[in-house]
């Protein structure tokens, strides 16, 4: 199978260029319509290809309105999270062996499946997270981006094997030694999958990072337990339907098992089942480390693929372009109501242009429209769920102990049941507890500096380290900033986003320091390798 070029499937953009907006807002506005109408189903887990119940169910509702019932799902389990690492376990043995160009094969049919069905996943994902219809197709098509990356990339490298060869020589020795002459040598130096991966996914890029975290392990081998987000943050149904696609596109049964339930028990199990080899997670860094520390405090070992979070800052400098910086700051901070790990939290402003800037960002966040996502005209949705309004809530307090609040705080009323709410900028000293904890909120803080320096110590003085961004035309800072910050994606100078949005090919997406553990991002050429160990196999020639 020859390589094919890879391209990024870029829907909303490419259809605005093609004057084709309005055809962009009547697909997504059909597919809404359709989705809300098969609300209130009820669903099963799926457990070596078999239709899987519990006792008890989960009901989700969308964090649009909470009289919004998506569906009810299965509250699995300890037991069901064992079955269906017994189930991976068996499938293991033949999906291991199944050739590369194959796994490929079905994985780049499983992005064509997704492409065709793209509105409608789109429409999914915004009423179950309450994402806007531009977060939610721009999310759809980087899970696709993923499917073809990772599968371009395994054909490329030809499935992680390749052979070398030792000349043998004429001469002999008695007794051999490190370089001692031999016979000819022939060697395979391959790459293996583990075994069984638990994937944890997370609430926030429900279709993006749980099919790009499923296929690292899938496409090299391996087989999965999938456990998406199933507590008061629920994204059951787009799980739902990535375990569809994936039996659609020829994932063998009992490859890819689909189990919902409280992390307290599948995700438990997962995390210490000695039988799963491995643990791909997304989400905070006290639930990624716990986890780390439960495995090898007892004595296993598990491979761990981990991105935990950030607290991300962005450096407004005197020479800054305010206009551009005030966009992108906005578009970091607010986008999906900052509830990204990449999202912009901290930002440090010169203080010669401190007012400019702070009036120009207040001016722009005025003109941000909260409400309903479904509607094509609201910005800013809901938070997820209550447990977040709450933190929001207590945020602001803070804030008013402290600091001073120079835009939003307060409850937005929608007539909807969900929780929707002002962003929020601050303006807080470094040292301030809320400006180095992960929030993720629409909650921005901002500190003023007076010499480059002091702003890369401030950028740098979290214990995070996934995105951070500059705005500057001064070289010399471009400089600085680019040798200094520690961060794994950086941004300069970036209209669009200070912070936010890696383009899968393009950008990798790494956490340094607290943010990750292994230093290799996704939509790298160094992910898929992560799934795999290393084997050298030599075959000396007989005589």
Known sequence: MAKAAFTNEFTYRNMLEAGEEDRFDELFDAAAEKIKASFGKKYPMYIGGKETY????????????????????????????????????????????????????????AAD???????????????????????SIGEVDEAIDFLRYYSNELIANKGYVRKTKLQGSKSSVKAGFQGAPSAEEK???SMKPYGVFGVIA????????????????????????????STDNMSMLTGLRIYEIFREAGVPDGVFNYVTGPGSEVGDELVSNKHVAGIVFTGSKSTGLNMVAKVFGSGM????????????????????DISSAVNGVASAAFG??????????????????KEVFVSSLIDKLRSLKIGNPMNKDNYIGPLISESAYKRYNESVEKAKGSGVILYGGKTVNTGLNGYYVEPTLVELRHEHDLVHTELFLPFLTITTYKDFTEALKYANDVEYGLTAGLYSKNRKEIKEFSKAIEAGVVYINREV???TGAIVGLHTFVGWKGSGLTGKGTGSKSYLQQFMREQSMSITSGK
């Open 301 to 320: 070992q598990k491979v761990f693929i981990v991105e935990m979070g950030g607290k991300n800052p962005a450096i407004i400098s005197k020479y800054a």
């Open 202 to 229: 997370p609430f926030n890029f429900p279709v993006s990072i749980s099919v790009g975290m499923s296929a690292g392990a899938l496409i090299t081998g391996n087989t999965v337990v999938f456990k998406p987000s």
């Open 336 to 353: 999906f109501a900052g509830q990204k790990c990449s999202a912009l939290s901290r930002v440090y402003v010169h203080e010669s242009i």
């Open 54 to 109: 519990a006792d008890k169910e989960l009901i989700e509702k969308s964090p649009i309105s909470s009289d919004m019932v998506i569906g009810y799902f299965q509250k699995g389990t300890r037991e069901h999270s064992k079955e269906a690492v017994e189930s991976a376990r068996e499938a293991f043995k033949e999906w291991k062996e199944v050739d590369y160009k194959k796994r490929a094969d079905i994985f780049l049919k």
């Open 497 to 499: 986003s200070a912070t």
């Open 113 to 135: 499946i997704i492409a065709k069905d793209k509105f409608n996943l789109g429409a999914i994902l915004s009423f179950e997270n309450g994402k806007s219809r531009y977060e």
């Open 187 to 189: 060697v395979t130096i």
